[in-house]
């Protein structure tokens, strides 16, 4: 049985959150480390995939 998840409203934001491949820097939207994108494939900090 699905089981909706109690993520606070203004959290929500986050999981639909781009990331611009070609800018100098970005930021993660499930650890909020900022890095730059270019030629990543993961958030060096949590390991979520982005490329």
């Excluded at 049985?1 to 930021?27: C, F, H, L, V």
């Excluded at 650890?31 to 949590?46: I, K, L, V």
Aim: a negative charge.
């Amino acid at each position: 049985m699905y089981q909706e998840a109690s993520t606070p409203t203004d959290e929500r934001g986050k999981a639909t959150a781009a990331i611009n491949m070609d800018a100098e820097t970005a930021i993660c939207p499930a650890c909020e480390t900022e890095f730059n994108p270019q030629g990543a494939e993961r958030c060096p900090d949590c390991g979520l995939r982005i490329g």
